[in-house]
T-cell receptor
Framework: GQQLNQSPQSMFIQEGEDVSMNCTSS?????WLWYKQEPGEGPVLLIA?????ELTSNGRLTAQFGITRKDSFLNISASIPSDVGIYFC???????????FGQGTTLQVKP | DGGITQSPKYLFRKEGQNVTLSCEQN?????MYWYRQDPGQGLRLIYY???????QKGDIAEGYSVSREKKESFPLTVTSAQKNPTAFYLC??????????????FGPGTRLLVL
């Protein structure tokens, strides 16, 4: 089936550092979503992107919908310990409501 | 409070037993989804429903069944045919209307363990 390649798979950083992760695909997506999941909980929506080139911020988080519509990135500035979790990208190919998920980026922040 | 609830938080299944996971939403969303998550992996779609009394198989529907008799509810049954049911199960919903139909909101999940 369709795949989203999310990288890096894991990151271990120092508090205060900036973080960047991205998702790429060989297919064109109409929507990109970024979620954060904490252990034993459901994913929580962070940012939704609906238009190629769109750059959207949510506090210290910034995400962009790639111009080619085949990629998206998420940046976290000035990381803090509560940023710890698994970050997932998800995309919708044809506005079907069926999302395809990346494998996740596990973020650990050292105080 | 509007949201999605799943119950129970933990569920134990004996060999050969069917178990049903509950998912309820009061967001007035038309579409609902069930995903399975295994350790270190992304989410895989089991079933989805875009309207009451209608549902479609996702990528890994074998061994599972669903019903959608009410807009608010989308229960998932893990049947004895599912040979490896141990996983974290997530329910989600979306408006199902317009460009934001793809934006799905998740419940807290149910962890299913086999005894």
């Amino acid at each position: 089936g369709q795949q989203l390649n999310q990288s890096p798979q894991s990151m271990f950083i120092q508090e205060g550092e900036d973080v960047s992760m991205n998702c790429t695909s060989s297919s064109i997506f109409n929507t990109w979503l970024w979620y954060k999941q904490e252990p034993g909980e459901g994913p929580v929506l962070l940012i939704a992107l609906y238009k190629a080139g769109e750059l959207t911020s949510n506090g210290r988080l910034t995400a962009q919908f790639g111009i080619t519509r085949k990629d998206s990135f998420l940046n976290i500035s000035a990381s803090i310990p509560s940023d710890v979790g698994i970050y997932f990208c998800a995309g919708d190919l044809r506005n079907t409501g069926k999302l395809i998920f990346g494998q996740g980026t596990t973020l650990q922040v050292k105080p | 409070d509007g949201g999605i609830t799943q119950s129970p938080k933990y569920l134990f299944r004996k060999e050969g037993q069917n178990v049903t996971l509950s998912c309820e939403q009061n967001l007035n969303h038309d579409a609902m989804y069930w995903y399975r998550q295994d350790p270190g992996q992304g989410l895989r779609l089991i079933y989805y429903s875009q309207i009451v009394n209608d549902f479609q198989k996702g990528d890994i529907a074998e061994g599972y069944s669903v019903s959608r008799e009410k807009k608010e509810s989308f229960p998932l049954t893990v049947t004895s045919a599912q040979k490896n049911p141990t996983a974290f199960y997530l329910c989600a919903s979306s408006t199902g209307r317009g460009r934001i139909q793809e934006t799905q909101y998740f419940g807290p999940g149910t962890r299913l363990l086999v005894l």
